[in-house]
């Protein structure tokens, strides 16, 4: 339950005790006084509650969060400074509809940072299953073709990724 402003409290799920999480630094440590179940502090921005960072880099930091209006998981990324105006521009193009890529929901500027929230797709980078040997050399090549496809429909729409790394597939 978030009731308004900054104010977290949920219910642990060792316990059923109420654990307030207002107060805490974003994704901070907290255990619960009474089971010592841990969890990582909330962090809310407009409607969204951030509960886990999946990436960062120089360019974004990437978050998965939980609309707290509709209940849907979603994807938020935080823009750095140095790309907000980039951001910001691409942000203005129509929101890109290419099979293969996260839908773009919306973009927000919470306290003068920028923030872009899009669907939210649970899986592994491919970074990791590089990195473990879980694709083939087939699987790769395949994966590299549907990649260059989805690079060129967006350029079909005027659209440039900018940061397209193993991160971010």
Excluded: W
């Amino acid at each position: 339950r978030i009731n308004g402003g900054q104010e977290f409290v949920l219910q642990c799920s060792g316990c059923s005790a109420v654990l307030d999480f207002s107060g805490y630094e974003a994704f901070a440590k907290v255990h619960c006084p009474q089971c010592s179940t841990s969890y990582r502090a909330p962090r809310k921005i407009d409607n969204y509650l951030l509960d886990k960072e999946l990436a960062r880099n120089d360019v974004i930091r990437e978050y998965r969060a939980l609309d707290c209006f509709s209940g849907v998981r979603v994807n938020v990324k935080k823009v750095s400074a140095l790309f907000y105006n980039v951001f910001k521009r691409q942000a203005a193009f129509p929101i890109l509809e290419t099979p293969g890529t996260a839908r773009v929901f919306d973009t927000i500027v919470h306290k003068g940072e920028l923030y872009i929230i899009g669907e939210f797709i649970e899986g592994r980078k491919i970074k990791d299953c590089l990195n473990e040997e879980l694709l083939g050399e087939s699987e790769i090549l395949l994966a590299a073709y549907s990649i260059s496809r989805i690079m060129a429909d967006a350029a079909a729409q005027g659209v440039c990724h900018g940061n397209l790394t193993v991160d971010s597939v």
